[in-house]
Antibody
């Protein structure tokens, strides 16, 4: 059974870089067919898709965050990471990592079938 | 402001059937499957319905999804207290080339 676990600092200062790691167990992040993703949830609000990285290293980011986001794979540690530069208070949120699985029944390329528990990141001085 | 529109809250009594609507547009719900996630208090979202009306293993058949045009809905029959949660709809969006979500609907079991 696949499990995902986020880790990283819970507090980041404004203008600095938010860095989070997602450790994956029960599945190989180098296998085709999975889109390793990050999603966030602002306090009391809905969900916002951040982006994904495919096993090949291909990435795609939400255009609203594109210039500030980097998602990378660390295959030796079965982890993938999120870096968000120049953070502000608006980046305060619960951050989830999730596995995207190929959507065989629809036109969309994948869907999220497994999520981590989430980690709360607060941006404050 | 979420791309997909859901009511902030719905409520029902035990045993009742409730529906949660989700409205979008031609670039998302109108052209792609709708997915539903259940978020129990203090936990991560859990996949409830995929590809519009498919249930992952372990999800009771009390939960069902449907879609018509650019709108979708989640139906929960035989309401139980443990169904109290936030429910989110999601769909792929052509304009974004990524995922959009609804703002979430809080279900209260009275």
């Amino acid at each position: 059974q696949v499990q995902l676990q986020e880790s990283g600092p819970g507090l980041v200062k404004p203008s600095q870089t938010l860095s989070l790691t997602c450790t994956v167990s029960g599945a190989s992040i180098t296998s085709g067919g999975y889109y390793w993703s990050w999603i966030r949830q602002h306090p009391g609000r809905g969900l916002e898709w951040i982006g994904y990285i495919y096993y090949s290293g291909t990435t795609y980011y939400n255009p609203s965050l594109n210039s500030r986001v980097t998602i990378a794979l660390d295959t030796s540690k079965t982890q993938f990471t999120l870096r968000l530069n120049s953070v502000t208070a608006a980046d305060t949120a619960m951050y989830y990592c999730a596995r995207g699985t190929l959507a065989l029944l629809g036109r969309e390329p994948y869907y999220f079938d497994n999520w981590g528990q989430g980690t709360l990141v607060t941006v404050s001085s | 402001q979420s791309v997909l529109t859901q009511p902030p809250s719905v409520s029902g009594t035990p045993g009742q059937r409730v529906t949660i609507p989700c409205s979008g547009g031609s670039s998302n719900i109108g052209g792609y499957s709708v997915y539903w996630y259940q978020q129990l208090p203090g936990t991560a979202p859990k996949l409830l319905i995929y590809s519009e009306n498919q249930r992952p293993s372990g999800v009771p058949d009390r939960f069902s999804g449907s879609k018509s045009g650019t709108s979708a809905s989640l139906a929960i029959g035989g309401l139980r207290s443990e169904d109290e949660a936030d429910y989110y709809c999601a769909a792929w969006d052509d304009s974004l080339s990524g995922w959009v979500f609804g703002g979430g609907t809080k279900l209260t079991v009275l």
